[in-house]
């Protein structure tokens, strides 16, 4: 499922219109960007633990561990 077809469920399930969709799936990545930019873990509960690694090299990267239901 691709991004777009994503909005399109989150659409569906929650009977609303694809663009308040869109703003709103929208708002949520922009928001976990910007706490992993900080550097700061988000955990959201029943789902997962987004991080940021960082390698000897001092290289960045994303983490995603998954909640228990996965």
């Known amino acids: ?4 077809e994503f909005i399109d469920e989150v ?4 009977g609303i ?3 308040k969709a869109y703003r ?3 708002a949520v990545m922009d928001t976990v960007r910007l706490v992993l930019l900080q550097g700061e873990e ?3 509960g029943g ?3 987004f991080g940021v ?3 000897l090299k001092g290289e960045r990267t994303p983490v995603f561990e998954a909640g228990q239901p996965f």
């Open 1 to 4: 499922m691709n991004r777009a």
């Open 42 to 44: 988000l955990e959201i």
């Open 47 to 49: 789902f997962g633990t």
């Open 17 to 19: 219109s694809r663009e």
């Open 24 to 26: 709103s799936v929208n």
């Open 53 to 55: 690694v960082t390698d």
């Open 11 to 14: 659409a569906k399930c929650k």
